[in-house]
């Protein structure tokens, strides 16, 4: 480490001689470099030292930078950090503008708004948002989830269903600025990994199969998968060749692309194809679906004319919808981040709840965050939050110069891109990997997408959330407990995984000793008294039950009294319980309270398992 002394002695050395090259005796060899700092007649330098110490001779190298260059230096890094951004902000809205319109058609709304949603979600994060990386707007993953589901009170493309997915948006929302309010972003916890997995493959199957009809140019059925599988079957032979060209051409040239060049704008690029397409055939008076024209569908202030009286009908869906938001949000905030820097969780849900506020009153849907676009802004190598403003700047010249296009963009065209994206958050890889890895797990995520492909969407997401609850509640009461053995010829008692498998562990029939890992509470104590139980039922000359009590950190007062119960039981066999290695604190201080080993008729505290067996035999 070198002192503030050497960078002030080698900034006057180096003022004393003029600025010029030199050398001087040195002390022993090194070579290192310095950044000293000063103020020389009332101007701020920096110098910059090269110092190579070599045959007993020290060269000084410097570089002196007077306050103006050093403003030059700041004013160049401040412009290529613009660039940085601007170019990050192109890449992702040449990927959002057709995917964004496409989400919005998922949604039951006009495409329009799915460019409105973004524009005004990536408005709300910059705000309040964190992650300076992190890209909000119209979400494939939440768009069928709410459709489904409010598409039992009003039509799709409605302004009934419309006004109530506005409400939808506000509810969401509120509920995600009251998770930062109250720092309750742990509730994304309660979704576990394979479950997530398992959700999105769900979605994902829905998507795919519910856009197939679009691409086939066959009637649309809005019922599950396997009854829309059923009915495209049952009207195959009504096949429209022209849109079965147009959404498979689309799908396979942003699939192809899309794994050779990620930042290659596919989509764009199939969507300014599709419709040249659409300019070819209505020259020659052959007519494919389209979007409608977005003439009539300006942003409108809507807080006023939203049914409130159904807010409480809906208020449970806002809830899953905000669950999911929280649950995505936190994993493209602690996955897309910069390096060593530890992710603002509840301000990125605030980013992400104040854009569905101000989605909600223009009109427009609940926003989420993307994890493609935020990952294809690290890539682009944004400086700043500035990134995701720009390329909502570009959308918003879209709105305002190409709404006269819309309206030749042919329905198989964002049926394609949908497919795509249906695809893309279908984790094929992460799911095998589970598979392999912990079947239990496995068949978790697997019962999760059978729930939702099999239910109505958001009957199975509801579903898939109490199952993981279920789950993490079965990990809970049912923690490790394992039976310790002894290593031969030695008094060390082990985990047998730990021992050598090749030894002969020593299993005493008249001694146990389990290691629990876990507080003593009423959710664990029915597996704690399970497993000591199992041991004395199978093993008939039992007399002395040992629990290694290094692991147990806290006791409740149920607990207690169960032991006492359980002591009586085990007294009744005349087996004797014992705990030894009370290691820690607030336990031994329980146990001290409680008065646990009087309740046990245990003589003193044993601080390990051979003088616990030897005092009782």
Request: aromatic share 12%; net charge neutral.
């Amino acid at each position: 480490m070198v002192s503030n002394n050497i960078h002030i002695n080698c900034a006057i050395y180096i003022l004393e001689k003029k600025f010029k090259k030199n050398t001087i005796q040195p002390l022993n060899n090194i070579h290192f470099r310095i950044k000293g700092s000063f103020v020389f007649n009332g101007i701020h330098c920096i110098i910059y030292f090269d110092i190579l110490i070599k045959n007993e001779i020290m060269h000084v190298d410097y570089i002196l930078l007077y306050e103006s260059e050093l403003s030059m230096q700041n004013k160049v890094h401040n412009m290529m950090a613009w660039r940085q951004d601007l170019f990050a902000g192109l890449s992702v809205a040449a990927i959002a503008l057709p995917a964004q319109m496409a989400t919005a058609h998922l949604a039951g709304f006009p495409v329009i708004y799915g460019l409105y949603v973004f524009v005004i979600s990536s408005i709300g994060f910059f705000i309040f948002g964190s992650n300076r990386y992190l890209s909000c707007g119209a979400d494939s993953t939440i768009a069928p989830i709410f459709a489904v589901s409010l598409a039992s009170y009003a039509t799709l493309f409605s302004v009934q269903y419309m006004a109530l997915a506005s409400l939808l948006a506000l509810l969401v929302g509120g509920i995600l600025l009251c998770v930062y309010a109250f720092k309750l972003g742990w509730v994304a916890n309660l979704l576990s990994y394979p479950v997530t997995l398992g959700f999105l493959a769900g979605v994902s199957i829905h998507i795919i199969v519910s856009q197939l009809s679009s691409i086939l140019g066959l009637p649309h059925s809005s019922a599950s998968p396997f009854q829309t599988l059923y009915h495209l079957v049952q009207h195959i032979t009504q096949l429209n060749f022209i849109t079965t060209f147009i959404g498979g051409g689309v799908f396979g040239f942003i699939f192809w692309f899309s794994r050779q060049y990620k930042r290659f704008p596919a989509a764009l690029i199939a969507l300014a194809i599709s419709i040249t397409i659409e300019i070819a055939l209505n020259s020659n008076n052959i007519h494919i679906p389209t979007l409608s024209n977005p003439a009539g569908f300006e942003l409108h202030w809507a807080f006023i004319g939203l049914p409130w009286h159904q807010a409480l009908t809906i208020f449970p869906l806002a809830l899953l919808i905000a669950m999911i938001c929280i649950v995505q949000t936190s994993a493209v905030s602690s996955t897309i981040k910069d390096r060593n820097t530890t992710p603002n969780f509840n301000r990125d849900f605030a980013g992400i709840g104040l854009g569905s506020v101000l989605s909600g009153l223009i009109g427009g849907f609940p926003g989420n965050a993307s994890p493609p676009r935020s990952m294809l802004i690290q890539q682009g190598g944004a400086h700043s939050k500035w990134a995701a403003l720009f390329s909502a700047a570009v959308i918003c010249l879209v709105l305002l110069y190409a709404q006269n296009v819309f309206h030749l963009i042919p329905k198989a065209t964002l049926a394609g891109i949908l497919m795509y994206v249906g695809l893309s958050i279908f984790k094929w890889t992460e799911i095998k990997r589970i598979c392999h890895q912990n079947r239990q797990e496995f068949y978790l995520c697997l019962a999760t997408m059978l729930m939702i492909v099999t239910f109505r969407i958001d009957i199975g997401v509801m579903f898939g959330v109490l199952l993981s609850l279920l789950h993490s509640v079965f990990i809970i009461t049912r923690p490790n407990c394992e039976e310790l053995f002894r290593e031969p010829n030695c008094d060390h008692w082990g985990h047998r995984s730990r021992l050598n498998p090749e030894q002969n562990l020593s299993t005493e029939e008249d001694v146990a000793v389990l290691h629990f890992s876990a507080p003593l509470y009423f959710t664990t104590f029915s597996y704690f008294e399970e497993r000591i139980l199992n041991l004395a039922n199978t093993r008939p000359l039992l007399r002395l039950v040992i629990i290694d009590a290094s692991s147990i950190s806290d006791m409740d007062l149920t607990a207690v009294d169960k032991i006492e119960v359980l002591s009586q039981k085990l007294t009744h066999r005349n087996i004797t319980l014992l705990f030894v290695n009370i290691e820690h604190p607030r336990f031994r201080r329980l146990v001290e309270t409680t008065h646990l080993l009087t309740i046990l008729d245990q003589k003193t505290e044993y601080t390990s398992i051979e003088d616990a067996i030897t005092a009782y035999r």
